[in-house]
């Protein structure tokens, strides 16, 4: 019995009835992709494939042409098989491959099934002359250079390539690849003597996969449809990441975390099928649709985090979010000195840590350790990851220490302006407020990075009580310095989780309880886009 499985998606279609002008549509949604299943098999000099049956073939016009079917009791074993090998030069259909192969394995050779295309097979014999195949076989033969792998169990020995694909023969459409399952189809991408496993997959079915890995499966649905489309939206993007290695994403968190069949959830099933085709573009293009679980009340620039200026990947208030994202850390003047030595700074023993840039969000951009013999400056990821050794990395930026910094986990785009404690008439600004963010100091404002500012002042005889008022129309980062330290050690308060840039997994949570729909959420994380299908 012939098999033809149907594996294509009509995504290709309905993009080029979009009403989007056509030099805007620089994009195609690709029907499938291939995905490295690096977590379970990267490297490997042999994979489990637990099924009993396995159907053989290839892609052709987005379609699993099989040209042939094994069987075994147990299960198969992938394995690299690369090297030399005489290959009959007649074709013959995978039985008659099979037969002639065991046969000649009787008499003591490496025999395969080779697949060559279509329904056509060979045989293919490992390490042995032509001229004694050519004898054992009657028929003529050459000799060959494969890079492949295998697939035995029971009686069956195969020969494949990497463009040869297989299918597990069961109910559900599956295989089990060491232990996990997955959708649609299985091959392995060999460099010499190793092996990665990789899914060739209907794009939205590798979504089932993926949704239900970045997201909790119990948030609303809303929030879920926002984060179906920023997956397939990054997915796309990131369509080059593993180029020359045989795949196009892999399913760890350097693409996306891709668990496969077992993990799906109807939920997140449901909201990759209700926003089929949808990606989030930008002047046409798909956006790289990042994401972070908690923002901690303010979203950040992309420049902040990483080193480009994104247009749609701009700083933005949280509406609210779901839970509570708090955090602490603590760590000691002692800890630090010692971190700082292990470190090789060369700046001495620590003694103070001093926050020198602080966001509108409150977030803090940039501080420096104090040494007895010099200072030390930590920004974007570092200034997160740096204590790692000492205290555990923290969670996000958005934080204070001892109490000292911004003021976070503040909610809410109405402009709120706050003043801190008095300040003396003729000083600097000890405080500024914006969108409801003070800055909390007992040191001194250096300036404001060109923000427009006006200042009322209220003098009574002792002091000057001032209301700053500033235009937070924009986000700004303020240069700041404001000492940390206290008896000898630094609390670390914190809410988030994550570099922030783009949509808050928490907000987006909340802003779906609030009744927003998915585009809104898309539209509030993603500055300026649209939503294209
Ligand atoms: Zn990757």
Redo the contacts with the bound molecule.
């Keep these: 019995m012939k098999l033809k499985k149907k594996i294509a998606s009509l995504l290709a279609c309905s993009l080029l009835v979009a009403a989007v002008p056509a030099e805007a549509m620089a994009y195609s949604v690709p029907e499938t992709v291939r995905v490295?299943l690096?977590s379970v098999c990267k490297g490997a000099s042999s994979a489990t494939i637990g099924e009993n049956a396995l159907y053989i073939g290839i892609l052709w016009d987005g379609e699993f042409e099989e040209g042939g079917a094994v069987k075994t009791n147990g299960t198969f074993t992938a394995k690299p098989a690369t090297g030399e090998f005489v290959v009959l030069e007649s074709e013959m259909d995978l039985d008659e491959a099979m037969e002639l192969a065991e046969d000649l394995t009787k008499m003591g050779y490496d025999a395969y099934a080779h697949y060559l295309m279509d329904q056509e097979w060979t045989v293919a014999v490992k390490d042995a002359s032509r001229s004694e195949v050519e004898d054992a076989a009657r028929e003529d033969a050459s000799k060959k250079s494969i890079e492949a792998f295998s697939v035995t169990g029971g009686e069956v020995k195969l020969l494949l390539k990497e463009d040869a694909l297989l299918m597990g023969g069961n109910a559900d459409d599956t295989f089990k690849l060491n232990n996990k399952s997955y959708r649609g189809m299985l091959t392995f991408a060999v460099t010499g003597n190793t092996m990665t496993a990789v899914n060739v997959i209907d794009l939205d079915e590798y979504l089932y996969g993926v949704v239900p890995s970045e997201m909790p499966r119990s948030y609303e649905k809303e929030a879920l449809k926002a984060q179906a489309v920023a997956a397939r939206t990054y997915a796309m993007t990131?369509l080059g990441?593993?180029v020359g290695s045989g795949y196009q994403?892999?399913?760890?968190t350097?693409?996306?975390v891709y668990k496969g069949y077992n993990n799906e959830a109807d939920t997140t099933t449901a909201a990759v099928d209700a926003t089929e085709g949808e990606v989030a573009c930008y002047n046409g293009s798909p956006i790289e649709a990042v994401f972070s679980t908690s923002s901690g009340g303010y979203t950040e620039n992309s420049e902040n985090v990483w080193w480009a200026t994104v247009p749609y990947l701009r700083a933005v208030p949280e509406l609210a979010e779901y839970n509570n994202n708090a955090w602490t850390k603590e760590l000691t003047l002692d800890e630090l000195s010692a971190l700082l030595e292990t470190k090789g700074a060369g700046i001495g023993k620590a003694k103070d840590i001093v926050i020198t840039k602080l966001s509108t969000g409150g977030r803090v951009q940039e501080l420096q350790i104090v040494g007895t013999a010099g200072t030390k400056t930590l920004n974007k990821e570092t200034l997160r990851t740096y204590f790692s050794a000492a205290c555990g990395s923290l969670p996000s930026k958005m934080f204070t220490i001892n109490g000292k910094g911004g003021e976070i986990g503040q909610y809410g785009i109405e402009t709120v302006v706050k003043t801190e404690t008095p300040v003396k008439s003729g000083g600097l600004l000890a405080a500024v407020a914006s969108k409801g963010i003070v800055a909390k100091t007992d040191g001194a404002l250096s300036h404001l990075n060109g923000k427009k500012i006006s200042v009322d002042v209220e003098v009574n005889e002792t002091e000057a009580k001032k209301t700053v008022s500033v235009d937070n129309s924009n986000y700004e980062v303020y240069s700041v310095n404001i000492s940390t330290v206290k008896d000898g050690r630094f609390v670390f308060e914190g809410v988030g989780a994550g570099h922030g840039v783009g949509m808050s997994q928490n907000g987006a949570q909340a802003m779906a309880q609030m009744g927003y729909d998915y585009e809104e959420i898309l539209k509030h994380y993603y500055t300026g886009i649209t939503i294209e299908d």
């Design positions: 490295g690096e990131k990441a593993h994403l892999c399913d760890t350097n693409c996306q």
